[in-house]
């Protein structure tokens, strides 16, 4: 297998990031998680213009560096603000991992491991891979599998979960976040931005639990107005003319 | 049934109404220079759109003459000129927001990051 990029240093500085959005209820108790699991890392939150007490009960938990943006700018803006912190402070890894405890932070090893191997610039935490016990509705089953075909027609790559916001990036990845991160549907957006520009992803399976608490962004009824959007997103991405 | 025969000459009511029209978007537009709440890069815009119309007002001979090129009754061409103006401006429009808020983002953002680091600073002892 090519070796993309080796991380140089024996401990790579990691950073882990939480993209937060009117989280308060869940979002302290995920913030213990990571601390326990990966004592390691270092834990961003960006609170991305909530309007509850999410900053306030991340001020509460020690250690951890909080970005406040001044107003909602939505999961791409915020994502990006952390990756632009992350390039800034010369992290090797940044891991986004979602603030309403979907993502068991024991995985956040593995994730990082890949990169740090070298035989990968992004590792995609998948529900859909063997030994993951996620079992989503069988709407929302089809309609990521049409999604992960539709992407794996014009990129390849073969990613199967790619709505998943449980990723690590090496730098190269995160100079490319920084730079270019999409606004409307970034996850699956990332992957096809990603092949663009000659980097690799891959994917491993993870466990995912049902949200803890607060709201999903995407509604049932407005799934298939979803699908729509974000077809044409990717379909955009991939004739895209990139700088 | 055949088309109707194409007019040459210009109602008067169709011109008071481009006159008194141009007059009034000029007016408004130089008043609202005057009060800074339009950027002189637009007015010049809206100012030359209204002088078109007005000097349509004036000489109807300019729209009687291009109606006749595309065959149309002159009332239409009217409508599909200004239609064909909206929907430029109105793609120019977007193309500027778009730019705008993708500068608004990256502002957002370095506030965001500059807070984060003037904690850091504040907080250091002396």
């Known amino acids: 297998m090519q070796k993309t990029s080796e991380i140089a240093s024996s401990t790579p500085r990691v950073l882990v990031i939480v993209p937060a959005y009117n989280e308060s209820e869940t979002i302290r108790p995920v913030l213990e998680e990571v601390r326990r699991a990966a004592p390691g890392y270092d834990l961003l939150v960006v609170d991305d213009g909530s309007t509850d007490d999410t900053a306030k009960v991340v001020e509460t938990v020690a250690g ?10 939505g999961i791409g803006g915020c994502m990006q603000t952390g990756y632009k912190y992350a390039l800034r402070h010369d992290y090797d890894i940044a891991v986004q991992c979602d603030a309403d405890g979907q993502h068991p932070a024991e995985h956040l090893g593995a994730l990082v491991a890949r990169v740090v191997d070298g035989s990968a610039d992004a590792v995609i ?21 049409l999604l992960s075909r539709w992407i794996d027609y014009w990129v390849g790559g073969g990613i199967t979960d790619t709505t998943s916001g449980f990723r690590a990036f090496n730098r190269k ?22 092949h663009k520009h000659g980097l690799k992803a891959v994917e491993i399976p993870v466990s995912m639990r049902p949200r803890q608490g607060g709201t999903t ?21 991939v004739f895209r003319r990139y700088k | 049934m055949s088309a109707a025969p194409l007019p040459t000459v210009f109602y008067t009511s169709h011109r008071v109404a481009l006159l008194i029209l141009s007059l009034l978007l000029m007016g408004v537009v130089l008043e609202m220079v005057r009060r800074s709440y339009l950027k002189e890069k637009y007015a010049i815009l809206w100012l030359l759109a209204s002088f078109s119309v007005l000097m349509c007002g004036v000489f109807p001979s300019i729209i009687i003459r291009f109606s006749a090129i595309f065959s149309f009754q002159y009332i239409t061409l009217v409508f599909v000129v ?21 500068r608004t983002k990256q502002l957002a953002q370095e506030v965001a990051l500059l807070n984060e680091r003037l904690a850091r600073v504040d907080s250091k002892p002396e």
Do not use: T
């Open chain 1, 173 to 194: 990845a995160m100079a490319l976040a920084a730079q270019d991160y999409p606004e409307d549907y970034p996850e699956p957006e990332m992957i096809v931005i990603l």
């Open chain 1, 217 to 237: 962004s995407i509604f049932p009824h407005r799934a298939a107005y979803y699908m729509i959007k974000v077809f044409l997103a990717v379909f955009i991405d």
């Open chain 2, 82 to 102: 200004s239609f064909l103006f909206l929907l430029v401006l109105v793609l120019a429009f977007s193309i500027s927001i778009s730019k705008l808020s993708e």
């Open chain 1, 64 to 73: 951890v560096i909080l970005l406040r943006l001044p107003f909602n700018l």
């Open chain 1, 125 to 145: 935490g998948s529900r859909y891979v063997a030994n993951s016990d996620y079992i989503p509705s069988l709407g929302r089953r089809l309609g990521k599998s």
